[in-house]
């Protein structure tokens, strides 16, 4: 079945570093979707990618979806200490309706 | 708040009971899906409807889970004589029918098997 890999697994920055995580799938997405969900909360969507190599930024979020459409990534600049939380990547493969969610990259922020 | 509420928000139960969880989705949302989070891990998914019908089951952990939609508004997931391992976060999420995936999220039911 479909699988979908984030690394890191967690990340260490001082506020005011730079983060990025990436996703990897085994099959080709037909979109996929970013998620952040902060200690103790649910999943809160960020945004959806649909086009090869598109490139999507909400203030200093920064997403990007692979040519292939099997990989993205998702950078932030300056981290603040709000952005402390889990990032979630998630994407249906194979023109299904079922989204595979990977294990998340939990980013800490030291000030 | 993202609309979609889940209730009850904690469940506390003995080993061998049924439980069951109820979900009230964003109300123009025609899909829902209900996952499984455990500590660390990404939600699993469970189960999908569109509207009342139930489009894909095969991802329900074992036969003790099921889920309802009836009328294609809040939906339930039970789960009979509940194990140890059961024990997770239960999420609840909707979608509106279209292209987009973008999904809002409950808070949860956190279930607790002693």
């Known amino acids: 079945g479909q699988q979908v890999m984030q690394i890191p697994q967690y990340q260490h920055v001082q506020e005011g570093e730079d983060f990025t995580t990436y996703c990897n799938s085994s099959t080709t997405l037909s979109n996929i979707q970013w998620y952040k969900q902060r200690p103790g909360g649910h999943p809160v969507f960020l945004i959806q990618?649909?086009?090869?190599?598109e490139v999507k930024k909400q203030k200093r979020l920064t997403f990007q979806f692979g040519e292939a459409k099997k990989n993205s990534s998702l950078h932030i600049t300056a981290t603040q200490t709000t952005d402390v939380g889990t990032y979630f990547c998630?994407?249906?493969?194979?023109?299904?309706?079922?989204?595979?969610f990977g294990r998340g990259t939990s980013l800490i922020v030291h000030p | 708040d993202t609309g979609v509420s889940q209730n009850p928000r904690h469940k506390i139960t003995k080993r061998g009971q049924n439980v069951t969880f109820r979900c009230d989705p964003i109300s123009e949302h025609n899909r829902l899906y209900w996952y499984r989070q455990t500590l660390g891990q990404g939600p699993e998914f469970l189960t999908y409807f569109q509207n009342e019908a139930q489009l894909e089951k095969s991802r329900l952990l074992s036969d003790r889970f099921s889920a309802e939609r009836p009328k294609g508004s809040f939906s339930t997931l039970e789960i009979q004589r509940t194990e140890q391992g059961d024990s997770a976060m239960y999420l609840c999420?909707?979608?509106?029918?279209?292209?987009?995936?973008?999904?809002?999220f409950g808070p949860g039911t956190r279930l607790t098997v002693t």
């Open positions: 990618l649909v086009k090869s190599g």
């Open positions: 999420a909707s979608i509106r029918s279209g292209e987009s995936y973008e999904q809002y």
């Open positions: 998630a994407g249906p493969g194979g023109g299904s309706y079922i989204p595979t």
